[in-house]
Nanobody, 124 residues
Framework: QVSLVESGGGLVQAGGSLRLSCAAS????????MGWFRQAPGKEREFVAA????????NHADSVKGRFTISRDNAKNTVYLQMNSLQSEDTAIYYC?????????????????WGQGSQVTVSS
């Protein structure tokens, strides 16, 4: 049984930083692509960042490019999302997702497993 558990969310002032972690169990990550998505109140879930199986390829949504960075540590079976220069529009529930494939994707429908989400609230 695959389980993805996010942590590291919370309340932060605009301009601040947070690092989200996603710990996986039930599968080893070293052959799987991973992604981060977010959903703000009243909005659809949107792509944030994705990383391929070995971390060699990453892509980030235009809205977070230059501020957020996805990374992974396969030895720890964990994926991270470093979020800097946070803005009020980054407020959302952030979800970690696992894909049964090597290459990263930006569509939520390409992911097979999801975490329960971690709330990030940015105060202005």
């Amino acid at each position: 049984q695959v389980s993805l558990v996010e942590s590291g969310g919370g309340l932060v002032q605009a301009g601040g930083s947070l690092r989200l972690s996603c710990a996986a169990s039930g599968r080893t990550l070293n052959t799987l692509a991973m992604g981060w998505f977010r959903q703000a109140p009243g909005k659809e879930r949107e792509f944030v960042a994705a990383i391929n199986w070995n971390g060699g390829l990453k892509n980030h949504a235009d809205s977070v490019k230059g501020r957020f960075t996805i990374s992974r540590d396969n030895a720890k079976n964990t994926v991270y999302l470093q979020m800097n220069s946070l803005q009020s529009e980054d407020t959302a529930i952030y979800y970690c997702a696992m894909r049964d494939g090597y290459s990263s994707r930006s569509s939520a429908s390409d992911y097979n497993y999801w975490g329960q989400g971690s709330q990030v609230t940015v105060s202005s």
